[in-house]
């Protein structure tokens, strides 16, 4: 139950955080490109990388702390840090062919979903 508190903590605050980068950004950039979206995406890749380094590394942090940190937080701020976890871990294995295609289908399958979730929406 406790981890459940803190999950939900923080992923309150992973969405907070993503709003008000996200806002930032926009109003910066006059919203002509999503820079807000890349910027939360590079920002969540880059976070998670360094909280993962960190407890693999000579700093390790509680399975509870990374939890709360890794999937609720950073779940709640961007899941394109899972997605660019995941195939570093896959291309650090020398699995190229499965990290390649993982990026291919992610970009391709995410749009392709995008693309049907937005058609059927504009049709309701």
Known sequence: MRTLLWLGLAGALGTLARYALSGWTY????????????????????????????????????????????????????????????????LQKALYLQGLSYIALNVLLGLGGVWLGYSIGRLL
Do not use: C, H, K, Q
Request: net charge neutral; hydrophobic share 50%.
């Open 27 to 90: 109003r910066i950039f006059n919203g002509s490109f999503p820079w807000g979206t890349l910027a939360v995406n590079v920002l969540g890749s880059a976070v998670l990388g360094l909280l993962m380094g960190l407890s693999e590394g000579r700093m390790p942090i509680s399975s509870d702390l990374r939890t709360a940190l890794a999937i609720g937080f950073l779940g709640a701020f961007t899941t394109f840090s899972t997605f660019s976890y995941e195939t570093l871990v896959l």
